[in-house]
């Protein structure tokens, strides 16, 4: 596989998510396999290279300078994940290197100072190049790491970088693995282990925390091919390494001009000029279909939609038909009518005009600000006590914030019985819920069906027909959800009091128009939505198409001279 080929392998498969990850990955398959430059029969066999490394690995037994190791088990090649080039060997990582454990070293020892002594790598460490601790005293120099060595995570994660920091020392869970002798290249010895890998993690899947025992990485198998092709194996990776880094950084330029285009088409219609409105709005829905390549673009323009809906430049405005103001009168009798049946309490706060501007933006002339508390019954959430079980059953669904989604309730959770219900609150059919306490504040549902809900979240229940829809556009919008958290403080836990949170102004526009508003908001959640589909159809065609041709290039039927070496 050469160059020219990666690129054209690239070019049909470009926007499959993790593309570069995939090919980089790919490049090492192909380089364990000895499928990544042509083999030369002239090489010297890798079986000769063994040879040389035992005598070497002996010589340093014999003078003390490594300990002697157990007998390893020979190789069976039936065992083996792939065959082989012809002039290849396979060889256990514990009798072609020198493996060295890390050490345990106390606590008591550690330090954040520099200047107390040498570095400590831990497995966070792995990867990087900036240890963080620091051992006081003389150590032993056993555990002594220098640039270049390959370390080995045993823990966790299981992760194998070349070691590009400062001497340090090597902590326990921890392997420093380096060639016996130059018979073996250290980079091809970096990319072995890192087909080592692959085999741990199957083997230890199913464990919560994943472990190589000792055992598992002495008596690990990796391919060793010729020296002099290690060497033009390594040079030609670095080759491909190089034009990976060069179509990442186009695949990121891309990206980024697509961001910036797709920016500037919704900045406009944010921040709309009422002359070129219209234009810009056909624009922007022309060009942002081929421009959305992410599902946060697409997020972004859902946020748009809504944004235009509550300032009126979603849809014209009708001269003819009856102000807000006239809603707003009506609903004042709706909540009269129930302060005077003793169902809520008597609304003390300020008038509309008190929050005018608030939300950063002037309402069309037949629209006015109201506050949440004028346009409905408002509630704080209960929890009923976990300790009496008599409270639970599945009369009515019992809602907390991990049932919202932002689009529908999951209803499927347990509910409350018949006498739960007196110990909670019921948000009617048609309500809005909004959690106005935690990380997913600003969260907005509206319900199908009656509900009890948890002291988290808020509701708001119309006082009249027909709200409910566009109510719930006004609250997810970003002008309403940024004022919003500007009420919840500074603390750990974000937290809107029912009071704040109910004197909250969003816009209101005449009923007739919040139906219209509504429907055209629907329809552009459907383009949405089918943006959204044909975003995610791509990417599992291009994935599927990544892996079929990754699996065609791995295949043995593509192999030439692939059997294994004796």
Known sequence: MNAERLLALYERVAEAPDAITRLRRFILDLAVRGKLV???????????????????????????????????????????????????????LGSATRVIQGFAFSSSDFSSDP????????????????????????????????????LLGLSGSIKCSAWNGPKALLNQRIARIAPVSEELDTTWLLFSVHACIDKWKEETSKLTVQNVRAAQLYEAIFPLPPLAEQHRIVAKVDELMALCGQLEAARQERESRRDRLAAASLARLNTPDPETFQSDARFALNVL??????????????????????????????????????????????????????????DKGEPPSHYGGEQGFDLPHSWLWARLTEIGQTQTGTSPSSA???????????????????????????????????????????????????????????TSRPVCFNQQINSLTPFLDGLTAFIAIALKASDFQSLAWSKAGTGTLPIISKGKWEVLPIPLPPIAEQHRIVAKVEKLMELCDGLEASLTTSDQTRTRLLEATLAEALAPANVTEMEPAE
């Open 289 to 346: 279909p081929p421009l959305t390549t992410r599902p946060n673009q697409i997020k972004q323009l859902r946020q748009t939609i809504l944004n235009l809906a509550v300032r009126g430049k979603l849809v014209p405005q009708d001269p003819n038909e009856e102000p807000a103001s006239e809603l707003l009168k009506q609903l004042k009798k709706a909540r009269a009518a129930l302060e005077a049946e003793g169902k809520i309490r008597k």
């Open 388 to 446: 009496n079980a008599d409270l639970f059953g599945n009369f009515i669904p019992f809602v907390k914030p991990a049932d919202l989604d932002g689009n529908q309730i999951n209803y499927d959770g347990p509910g409350l019985s018949e006498i739960g219900i007196s110990h909670s609150r019921i948000a009617a059919e048609n309500s809005i819920l909004m959690v106005c306490i935690g990380a997913t504040l600003g969260k907005v549902n509206t």
């Open 115 to 150: 200047k107390d002594g040498l570095p400590l790598i831990k497995i966070g460490d792995i990867g990087g190049d900036t240890p963080e601790t620091f051992i006081k005293g003389s150590p032993d120099l056993a555990y002594l790491v220098r640039p270049g060595d390959i």
């Open 38 to 92: 042509p083999q030369d029969p002239q090489d010297e066999p890798a079986s000769e290279l063994l040879k040389r490394i035992a005598k070497e690995k002996a010589r340093l037994v014999k003078a003390g300078e490594i300990r002697k190791e157990k007998m390893l088990p020979e190789i069976n090649l039936e065992d083996a994940p792939f065959h082989l080039p012809l002039n290849w060997s396979w060889a256990r």
